[in-house]
């Protein structure tokens, strides 16, 4: 398996912008999450699904964030408009257990100028 | 919201040395999880454990569930050891992992 997938790798975008980041969990994995990580604040959860129903999504800062998962295979985090203080790198990772090891794709470094 | 707090916060050993990271936090859990961040930023995961001890090469990891604490021991550390590493907790009551602040290891030669 490829492990989890994550595009783009880096995006730089201007405030006020949509963005898109799309993560492709491992094949199997019933759990996927969405991260962001900062310097300030490390890593914190925004929201995880599980069999691609959004269960907890209380970490998601504000309405500008969503995000889907529309079949097993996909999921998306969309950002809009974007600021500056949404600069981060934004990881998904996968599990086959809610609580079982969790698998990390590379992050997307996302800047807003 | 379980408060997880590493330490040290920075950490700098000698090739060959025993090294060894903690973890404490709040409120009880369900699973305690070692990940691992090499500069370039890719997250691994090296241990998930909800009592006792792991072990995985060189890397140890134990945790006491009444006192609320885990440490992480490297033994031999090598310079390819050099990492953050972050401890992070899975609440009792679902998946939500929260996290410490992370651990950043230097292994000089």
């Known amino acids: 398996d490829a492990g989890v997938i994550q595009s783009p790798r880096h995006e730089v975008t201007e405030m006020g912008q949509e963005v898109t980041l799309r993560c492709k969990p491992i094949?199997?994995?019933?759990?996927l999450f969405w991260y962001r990580q900062t310097m300030m604040r490390g890593l914190e959860l925004l929201i995880y699904f599980n069999n691609n129903v959004p269960i907890d999504d209380s970490g998601m800062p504000e309405d500008r964030f969503s995000a889907k998962m529309p079949n097993a295979s996909f999921s998306t985090l969309k950002i809009q408009p974007s600021e500056p203080r949404d600069s981060a790198v934004y990881f998904c990772?996968?599990?086959?257990?809610?609580?079982?090891?969790?698998?990390f794709g590379p992050g997307t470094r996302l800047t807003v100028t | 919201k379980n408060e997880v707090e590493q330490s040290p916060q920075n950490l700098t050993a000698q090739e060959g040395e025993f090294i060894t990271i903690n973890c404490s936090y709040s409120?009880?859990?369900?699973?305690l999880h070692w990940l691992q961040q090499h500069p370039g930023g890719g997250i691994v995961s090296l241990f998930m454990l909800s009592s006792g001890k792991k072990k995985h090469g060189r890397l140890i990891a134990t945790i006491n569930i009444q006192e609320k604490h885990s440490s992480l021991h490297i033994t031999a550390s090598h310079p390819r050891d050099s990492a953050v590493y972050i401890c992070?907790?899975?609440?009792?009551?679902?998946?939500?992992?929260?996290f410490g602040k992370g651990t950043s290891l230097l292994v000089t030669p």
């Open positions: 992070a907790v899975g609440a009792d009551s679902g998946y939500a992992l929260n």
């Open positions: 409120v009880g859990i369900s699973a």
């Open positions: 990772a996968s599990s086959l257990l809610g609580v079982g090891e969790q698998y």
């Open positions: 094949s199997g994995h019933d759990y």
